[in-house]
């Protein structure tokens, strides 16, 4: 019987990790790893995505939704640098992801062999907290042993690189002798709570505050329970951050929502409002939405030193893990008896939910895209995931859904790169297959990356217990968020050269894979057409014909923006009469009677 090779130790080390899927694409760079896996029978899973770039935004999309580290794997050369785009996603969303790349022999090293790259260079900025390369057999149980316990501890991509002759040397563990590292699995972690002084002082600023406003971000997602109650004990309203979205029910009266240029009104309002902000595992970068400086004493807490105190001039810097931390507060704060400033805020965030509805329900040429969300919003499974691409159904999805029950859901937060809807729902899935899956995506992020990967989920989708997998495309033939960007930002008009995409009937598309693909033309058949949708055994692309001319005005826009657009389209914008006609009547709703007023 042949002894295992490097490669054979690999697969056997991530079994041991509890590794059941590593979403990769093959090349002759690791035809050793991949021979292995012939002799491991497929464990753990090899999950073929169509291009490395999806391979790694699976892993993240995998890892965001479960907890775990995520796997993804490519060849020497390009697909390392394939590779790269959603590793950067990763980075920046600080998702835990272990790449494994190969590389050529080490005899061709300095050659200039056949698609020789400098991995280590390459890979030295993404994967900063940790890459390596194995060059002999014994040192790869501890590269790869570090490698996923550093993506654990600092929730980052790491990176180990396996040149192609190593992953075919017998396998030898490192012995008990000098210069051999040796290492072991597994990783027990400490639960963080500040010392007893530091939650006091805590505790003084939130009780000397009248009016607390809470920001609560990805970090806290595990402390529900007690953000509610510190909410109810102080009197305080919450705002979420497009990562932390899922963080708490938006059917809480005092959740205001997301936050910052894709917010609302409500969040807007109650940061401008506050005198006190109390931050949990954010790192929102955009200071212009939080108190003045000087408006509002402050505190935050995050398990991460390296990141706090850098977004707002914090009183007090508190790091610690959120669930325990806030527990541990709790005794300390004490209850404030005038709920005038969180009732003030509750009534806003019903008046806005009102207005969203009634937003969604404007007319327009054909569907606005808001009544795409909102018809879902009523039916969303209590135990769904939800996906969004980058650009516009970014807005719709931040202001337009409410969350509640188990609901999940992310997007590429502070990288917002298009392309990571589909395959995050594919890793989503993957890592979830029991529960409903729902992808928004703008059709140039379909016509980039989605239409591929809807073959990724033609060729695995029987292996889910649930089979609902719902790929949402806004139909507008148009790259509507960057048109709407150099309106507003630029003071031009569409560049109907760049913005303008070609037509495809992406629902024909998916039928042609076996899925079920529905065309949506009608505001009255969405509903009807989500109704489909999560009932089908099969995934479903929902192809739906929005209006371009819809513009995603934040609540707060400045008059500044306003005045650049209005210029944009006094230069000649194609959709002039529609934008403005459009962006009037959508206005408008916030200002008509509400059924409370």
Same mark, same amino acid.
């Given at each position: 019987m042949a002894k295992p090779t490097v490669a054979d130790y690999l697969l056997e080390r991530l079994r041991a990790w509890d590794v059941t899927k590593v979403f990769a694409y093959p090349g002759d760079g690791i035809n050793g790893i991949l021979a292995a896996w012939g002799r491991a029978g497929n464990n753990p899973q090899f999950i073929q995505a169509r291009? %490395?770039?999806m391979a790694a935004f699976e892993a993240v999309g995998y890892a965001k939704f479960t907890g775990k580290f995520g796997v993804c794997m490519a060849t020497?050369?390009?697909?390392?640098?394939?590779?790269? /785009?959603?590793? @950067?996603d990763a980075k920046l969303d600080h998702v835990p992801v272990v790449a494994i790349v190969g590389q050529t022999s080490r005899s061709a090293m300095g050659g200039s062999y056949q698609q020789e790259v400098d991995l280590l260079s390459l890979f030295k900025d993404v994967a900063s907290e940790y890459v390596q390369m194995v060059t002999v057999a014994e040192q790869l149980p501890g590269v790869l042993d570090r490698a996923i316990r550093v993506a654990l501890a600092e929730r980052a991509?790491?990176?180990?690189?396996?040149?192609?002759?190593? !992953? %075919?040397? %017998? @396998?030898?563990?490192? &012995?008990?002798?000098?210069?051999?590292v040796p290492s072991s699995l597994g990783i027990e972690w400490p639960i963080t709570v500040p010392h007893d002084a530091a939650l006091a002082r805590a505790a003084d600023i939130l009780n000397a505050g009248s009016k607390v406003a809470i920001l609560a971000g990805q970090g806290a997602r595990g402390a529900q329970a007690e953000l509610q109650q510190v909410s109810e004990i102080l009197g305080a309203a919450v705002a979420k951050p497009l990562l932390g979205k899922d963080v708490l029910s938006d059917e809480l009266p005092y959740v205001t929502g997301s936050i910052g240029l894709l917010g609302t009104r409500p969040s807007y309002e109650m940061m401008e409002g506050c005198d006190t902000l109390l931050t949990v595992g954010s790192n929102f970068p955009y200071t212009q939405f939080l108190p003045a400086f000087g408006q509002a004493r402050a505190v935050q807490i995050d398990i991460d030193g390296k990141y706090v105190g850098m977004r707002y001039p914090y009183e007090l810097n508190l790091v610690g893990d959120a669930e325990a931390t806030l527990r541990a507060l709790i005794p300390l704060l004490n209850r404030k008896e005038d709920r005038s400033w969180r009732e003030d805020i509750e009534a806003k965030v019903a008046r806005w939910w009102e207005t969203m509805e009634m937003e969604a329900m404007v007319e327009a040429d054909p569907i606005t895209p808001m009544r795409l969300f909102h018809e879902l919003s009523t039916r969303l499974p209590a135990d769904a995931i939800v996906t969004a691409d980058s650009g516009s159904s970014a807005n719709w999805? #931040?202001? !337009?859904? $409410?969350?509640?029950? !188990?609901?999940?859901?992310? *997007?590429?937060? /502070?990288? #917002?790169?298009?392309?990571?809807?589909?395959?995050?729902?594919?890793?989503? +899935?993957?890592?979830?297959?029991?529960? &409903?899956v729902i992808v928004f995506a703008g059709d140039g992020a379909m016509q980039m990356n989605g239409l591929a990967e809807l073959i990724t989920i033609k060729h695995y989708w029987q292996d889910w217990a649930d089979p609902r997998l719902i790929v949402a495309v806004l139909h507008n033939d148009d790259l509507n968020q960057?048109?709407?960007?150099?309106? #507003?930002?630029?003071? #031009?008009? +569409?560049?109907? %050269?760049? !913005?303008? *995409? &070609?037509?495809?009937?992406?629902a024909a598309f998916a039928a042609s894979l076996g899925l079920q693909g529905i065309n949506v033309s009608k505001p009255g058949d969405v509903g009807s057409a989500w109704d489909r949708a999560l009932a089908a055994d099969r995934?479903?692309?929902?192809?739906?014909r929005v209006d371009p001319s819809i513009p995603p005005i934040p609540p707060h826009a400045t008059f500044e923006q306003a005045k650049a657009t209005a210029r944009a389209i006094l230069k000649g914008d194609e959709d002039s009469r529609n934008v403005i006609v459009e962006?009037?009547?959508?206005?408008?709703?916030?200002?008509? &009677?509400?059924? $409370?007023?």
């Open positions: 291009h %490395e770039e020497s050369g390009p697909g390392a640098i394939h590779l790269l /785009n959603g590793l @950067y991509p790491t990176a180990i690189i396996i040149p192609s002759d190593v !992953q %075919e040397l %017998e @396998y030898s563990a490192p &012995p008990h002798e000098f210069k051999m999805y #931040a202001r !337009q859904l $409410k969350f509640r029950g !188990q609901v999940r859901g992310s *997007l590429s937060g /502070n990288l #917002a790169t298009m392309g990571p809807g589909v395959p995050y729902g594919i890793g989503a +899935k993957f890592g979830n297959p029991d529960r &409903p960057v048109t709407w960007e150099m309106r #507003a930002m630029e003071g #031009a008009p +569409k560049f109907a %050269e760049s !913005q303008t *995409l &070609p037509d495809v009937d992406y995934p479903t692309l929902l192809d739906v962006g009037i009547k959508t206005k408008v709703q916030e200002f008509l &009677p509400h059924s $409370k007023d």
